[in-house]
């Protein structure tokens, strides 16, 4: 079992930036690819962006590209999602999740692919 806690989230103006971070006790933290997702009130939870296990490779939403950055520290069991030129239209609440995939180079995309997840933490966004 993977224990998944996400932190970060908050209440900030349109422009502003947050850092999201999803930690766990997990050991082999490292064999797991990690995504980010959210969800807004009445809309289906959409993947915002994924790495994998070592960090090598990324994949960001449109939506977000060139505003998020994802990354990982397998040392502190941590990944982390920056959020930079903040929009209202990223409020949201934030989900972390993880994949067991040891190895592999690529991403996963796939929501159904992954097995645990966050609690989620509440982004709002501010105009």
């Known amino acids: 079992q993977v224990q998944l806690v996400e932190s970060g989230g908050g209440l900030v103006q349109a422009g502003g930036s947050l850092r999201l971070s999803c930690a766990t006790s997990k050991r082999t933290f490292s064999s797991y690819a990690m995504g980010w997702f959210r969800q807004a009130p009445g809309e289906e939870r959409e993947l915002v962006a994924a790495i994998n296990w070592s960090g090598g490779s990324t994949y960001y939403a449109d939506s977000v590209k060139g505003r998020f950055l994802i990354s990982r520290d397998n040392d502190k069991n941590t990944v982390y999602l920056r959020m930079n030129s903040l929009k209202p239209e990223d409020t949201a609440v934030y989900y972390c999740?993880?994949?067991?995939?040891?190895?592999?180079?690529?991403?996963?995309?796939?929501?159904?692919?992954?097995?645990?997840w966050g609690q989620g933490t509440q982004v709002t966004v501010s105009s």
């Open positions: 999740a993880a994949h067991f995939s040891p190895f592999v180079r690529q991403v996963e995309t796939t929501h159904s692919k992954y097995d645990y």
